[in-house]
């Protein structure tokens, strides 16, 4: 579960949150939308604990990411909107170093790395350097890396950006059945009809400020996100 409370984030004097809250339950997808610029990156930043944030709280599973930043980071994993990896590392290498730091252990490892890697038909590139790889191999690295750990919250940002149709699909086939085992999903993304039919809930920002938040129904109505979504951005 993910508790953001009042959260406000300023850069000189201009706030890119202000006065953010909502909750993201156990067991459900999530999806953060707005336009470039509209605070999500920064949220998700503040989520992760790469970014403070001057006013506020943000709890995961109940605990502080402020004061009690390793316990949340141990639980959850981020795949960023471009993922920035280690271009000289072996893909292996990469994804064994992101394993060592959440301690996992050999047989886990092996089990999901064999079986991510399947998924994203990167098994024969796992031993390339990262730095030959397009932006969507690099991608399914970085989603490999996050999942073979098992978090128990996932953090995305835009992650179907580069990703084929097969992927796309794969990955989401793979959030409805981490939200079956109770995970915690929370996504942005700019494709509307994506998070229309896959999430639960939804929280649309608009210049820092949360302007719409409910269930996926109850937010769109009998009209489709877009025309919610752009109706809101006017």
């Known amino acids: 579960m ?7 984030k300023k850069y000189g004097n201009k706030k890119a949150l ?10 459900e997808i999530f999806a953060f939308i707005g336009h470039n610029g509209a605070g999500k990156t920064t949220l998700i930043k503040a989520i992760v ?7 506020g709280e943000i709890l995961i599973n109940g605990k502080s990411i402020k004061k009690d930043p390793i316990v949340c980071k141990k639980i959850m994993a981020y795949v960023p909107d471009n993922p920035e990896l280690y271009e000289n590392m072996k893909a292996i290498d990469f994804i064994n170093f992101i394993c060592d730091m959440y301690d996992v252990d050999a047989k886990t490892r092996e089990k999901n790395i064999k079986r991510y890697a399947e998924m994203f038909e990167m098994t024969e590139n796992l031993g390339n350097e990262i730095k030959s790889f397009s932006h969507g191999m690099k991608q399914k690295v970085a989603l490999i890396a996050a999942l073979a750990h098992d978090p128990k919250v996932l953090i ?20 409805h059945e981490m939200i079956k ?20 809930r939804v929280a649309i920002v608009k210049k820092g400020q949360i302007v719409k938040v409910g269930k996926m129904k109850d937010v769109k109505g009998d ?5 919610v979504f752009l109706e809101l951005e006017k």
């Open 18 to 27: 202000d006065d953010v809250s909502f909750e993201v339950e156990d067991g």
């Open 49 to 55: 604990g790469i970014h403070d944030f001057d006013e």
């Open 156 to 175: 995305m940002d835009e992650p179907f950006v580069g990703l084929d149709p097969k992927a796309i699909f794969d990955m989401k086939e793979l959030m």
């Open 181 to 200: 085992d109770g995970k915690t999903i929370f996504f942005s993304t700019h494709i509307l009809d994506v998070a229309e039919k896959l999430c639960s």
């Open 223 to 227: 009209r489709s996100l877009e025309k």
């Open 2 to 8: 993910i508790t953001i409370s009042h959260v406000t």
